[in-house]
């Protein structure tokens, strides 16, 4: 158990839909990570956010949008679902937001589209 | 951006034997190099990490290498046990800009009774 929580496990739903994708980082942590993992893309980064703040993008699609709240949880949301959306998506979490930071990953949410 | 390359793919050894696994980055200012093992279905798990200003780090029967002049970085295994079986990502991140990961590609390493 990494201590990063992510809820829910699996989510099945249909194009044009939108859903929310919820992570809880380790006890202590500040920054929270979302990264998509797909067979064709690999591991992707997302998104980095640091105690409340943007840190850092990655090639996120406009669709797509996150934010962290003061309790320090994260929520990403998808919107406007494409077939391609279908993917597993891990949230990790560091203590500081800063590069040479061990990140341990939750155990993601397999988004499936329909 | 940061590029990550990722050898062998595959790779297949008989129990006891070592394994190695190679990574190769583009970034110059990459500073971080972890290593990731994924079991199937699992979430990646850090399994040792290296920072620039080391050259090498051992845990046990891991190790990784850091050659900063050709910017590659290596993880080796030895006595491998069927249980090391995963896919192994290498990564890295870049001084600056927050703690983005760029991960390789994957390595499916079997280990064989």
């Known amino acids: 158990d990494s201590g990063v929580t992510q809820t829910p496990k699996h989510l099945i739903t249909a194009t044009g839909q939108r859903v929310t994708l919820r992570c809880s980082p380790r006890?202590?942590?500040?920054?929270v990570y979302w990264y998509q993992q797909s067979l064709d893309q690999g591991l992707q980064f997302l998104i980095q956010y640091y105690n409340g703040e943007e840190r850092a993008k990655g090639n996120i699609l406009e669709r797509f949008s996150a934010q962290q709240f003061p309790d320090l949880h994260s929520e990403l949301n998808l919107s406007s679902l494409e077939l391609g959306d279908s993917a597993l998506y891990f949230c990790?979490?560091?203590?500081?937001?800063?590069?040479?930071?061990?990140?341990?990953f939750g155990d993601g949410t397999r988004l499936s589209i329909l | 951006g940061e590029n990550v390359e990722q050898h062998p793919s595959t790779l297949s050894v008989q129990e006891g034997d070592s394994a190695v696994i190679k990574c190769t980055y583009s970034d110059s200012a990459s500073n971080y190099f972890p290593w990731y093992k994924q079991e199937l279905g699992k979430r990646p798990q850090l399994i040792i990490d290296?920072?620039?200003?080391?050259g090498e780090k051992k845990d046990q029967r891991i190790a990784v290498t850091l050659n900063k002049t050709a910017k590659h970085f290596s993880l080796h295994i030895t006595e491998t046990q069927p249980e090391d079986s995963a896919v192994y990502f290498c990564?890295?991140?870049?001084?600056?800009?927050?703690?983005?990961?760029?991960f390789g590609t994957g390595t499916q390493l079997k280990v064989e009774l």
């Open positions: 990790a979490s560091s203590a500081q937001g800063a590069s040479n930071q061990p990140q341990h």
């Open positions: 290296i920072r620039s200003n080391v």
């Open positions: 990564a890295a991140s870049r001084a600056g800009g927050g703690n983005k990961l760029t």
């Open positions: 006890s202590g942590d500040l920054s």
